[in-house]
């Protein structure tokens, strides 16, 4: 017998309260509806749905009863070891999923009702051996104040600061059973949770939060110390495959940390949330049932642009779309456009492409290296883009176009010798279509620096005469003396040391360098083709690769035929990162993207 929901009305939550019958030790349960503006304790859970076959059932005061599913009979379980009476909100339960019109008004107010209550609980499921460990070592490291790790980098790149450290020489500063801690800290990583898109707000937006994994628990600071530990200490993480969901869940986990802190930092200056492009990079990282949630999961903690509330009676690709509309249309940022092409299925797409496709999987991060190193290619955005008004699946926009690609490379691919080699033998052919007429030693300082995009292994600015340039200048040497010796995929791990070898592998592996017509010398994305067009667009911090949509027979034979541009993609343009195109005398354009 399912129960009947007690109405809400829109600023209401419910919440459950729970007394353990001391009996048969079974749970009894009775819903309460609060106020959320002064709520009574109540601990929201933060937890993974996972397969919705009932296991058991929750019994009510009045006879009614609720399915639980495995994770949340685990979790029931293990709270009534913990204490007889306890008051939860879980969004499974607390929710009716049958009533789309009560889940449409309560998934906004879930930032809230995280943030609101005495703590959320982070439920892992049950232990076993590994994770029982990796507790070991959380606990261990709250103990041990003097050797608390460094905290992590909320700007770093990840795969950038992966490869920095696989190789790093074990320095052990406590135990010799530290790396076994590490190791099992790593796995405890790749738990379902941690590639939850929505756990991003939960954990973002809750104060006093508690890691528990069958009857082990640690707060979030001591949390974050683990982590840390990993990305300082780990020597193990090249024994991991890239897509590995521990490395998966190591990525997500450190992004969703750093959100954390920009948030808070916001909160405490009197700000609004975090910016949406910021989340929604992210997003395409994470796992969700519906990808639609990979927008609505952020209400609670984004900014105030007007993107769509929770609707679960459109389609996703009209959430993407509509979407992009709120964000490029209401604000002084374009950076949208730099993520919109991004996942490998994206050719498939039926979206528009300037609206970004949340069903595609991608791990670029084009806006952290914004970040880093400061760049600026469009400078401050004057002119917001309009739908157009014949068709709202194209949108009009200012641009100012650099160049024309004339030549473009094979991709880089480190992990392939014959690949590498064909690729850096046609990249310094480009050396005679750059304008400057460059001297061999000034060529080889432009792509020692392009190849890196003038940052360093942390995601530092590192530039032809910054401190450090002349080391990183030796390494390319190396590396670039190595290429074109070697052609003995037997021989890649002689290479593997060299910093400028790891910068480049996570940086710029299958992207493609590319010259333009006027001599431009630049780095795109695989798709990047001959004959697309550089553009630098007012408020977006990269430049875009466009592509001119052929003509159809019937545009061609109108008076003026409406000339429409694909995004290809974002890319890397020497010498034009930092707004040097805006002092350009061309004039802006306004084009059609399609």
């Known amino acids: 017998m399912n129960i009947a929901y007690p109405p809400l009305s829109r600023d209401d939550i419910r919440i459950l309260d729970v007394s353990i019958n001391g009996e048969d030790s079974k749970p009894i349960c009775n819903f309460r509806v609060v106020p959320l503006e002064n709520p009574p304790d109540y601990t929201a859970v933060s937890y993974c749905w996972d397969n919705s076959t009932d296991i058991a059932r929750i019994k009510f005061q009045n006879g009614d009863s609720l399915p639980l599913s495995q994770t949340l009979l685990d979790l029931f379980n293990s709270l009534k070891e913990r204490t007889s009476k306890f008051t939860v909100w879980i969004d499974a339960i607390c929710i009716n999923q049958e009533d789309t019109t009560e ?91 941690f590639q939850r898109v929505w756990v991003i707000q939960e954990v973002v937006a809750g104060g006093n939060i508690q890691v528990v994994c069958g009857e082990d628990c640690v707060d979030l ?39 954390r802190e920009e948030y808070q930092n916001k909160v405490n200056q009197g700000e609004s949330g975090v910016c949406y492009e910021t989340l929604l990079q992210a997003a395409y990282h994470c796992q969700a049932t519906r990808t639609c949630d990979k927008v609505f999961a952020f209400h609670g903690i984004a900014d105030s642009r007007p993107v769509p509330k929770a609707n679960y009676r459109i389609t996703e690709e009209q959430v993407f779309v509509e979407t992009a509309e709120a964000l490029l249309c209401n604000g002084d940022s374009l950076d949208l456009l730099a993520l919109s092409w991004m996942g490998y299925m994206r050719q498939h797409s039926s979206i528009p492409t300037w609206a970004p496709d949340l069903r595609c999987h991608a791990y670029d991060e084009p806006l952290v290296l914004c970040d880093s190193a400061g760049w600026d290619a469009g400078g401050r955005l004057n002119t917001p883009p309009k739908i157009d008004a ?68 942390d995601d530092s600015p590192l530039r032809v005469g910054m401190p450090g340039w002349d080391e990183h200048r030796r390494q390319f040497n190396e590396w670039l003396q190595w290429v074109q010796s070697n052609s003995r995929q037997k021989n890649l791990h002689k290479i593997e040391s060299n910093m400028h070898h790891r910068i480049i592998r996570t940086r710029i592996d299958t992207m493609k360098a590319f010259a333009t017509s006027r001599g431009f010398f630049g780095i795109g994305p695989e798709p990047t083709m001959e004959g697309d067009v550089v553009y630098a667009v007012p408020g977006c911090r990269v430049p875009l690769v466009l592509r001119p949509d052929p003509l159809t027979t019937e545009e061609e034979m109108r008076s003026l035929p409406v000339q429409t541009w694909t995004l290809v993609s974002w890319c890397y343009v020497d010498g034009s990162m930092f707004g040097e195109a805006m002092d350009q005398e061309r004039p802006f354009e306004e084009i059609l993207l399609r």
Not at 149 to 177: C, G, H, M, W
Not at 226 to 245: M, Q
């Open 103 to 193: 889940k449409e008004f309560q998934v906004p107010l879930m930032g809230k009702i995280y943030s609101r209550s005495k703590e959320v609980l982070v439920w892992l499921g049950n232990s076993d051996d590994i994770t029982k460990n990796a507790f070991r070592f959380m606990k261990q490291e709250e103990n041990d104040v003097e050797t608390r790790p460094e905290p992590l980098v909320r700007s770093s790149s990840f795969y950038d600061k992966f490869r920095s450290l696989y190789r790093k020489a074990s320095q052990p500063s406590r135990q010799e059973n530290d790396e076994y801690g590490l190791e099992s800290m790593l796995l405890l990583l790749q738990r379902p949770w």
């Open 221 to 259: 600071s001591h949390f974050s110390d683990g982590v840390s530990a990993i990305w300082n200490s780990f020597t193990g993480l090249g024994r991991y495959e890239d897509d590995h969901p521990a490395i998966l869940g190591f990525w997500c986990v450190t992004r969703m940390l750093g959100i």
């Open 390 to 457: 014949e068709s709202p699946r194209r949108l009009r926009l200012q641009v100012k176009q650099l160049d024309t690609i004339d030549v473009i490379c094979p991709p880089f691919a480190s992990w392939v010798v014959e690949k590498q080699r064909a690729a850096v033998k046609s990249t310094l052919a480009l050396r005679s279509r750059l304008a400057g007429n460059l001297s061999r030693e000034a060529w080889m300082d432009r792509l020692a620096e392009s190849l890196i995009m003038g940052l360093d292994i």
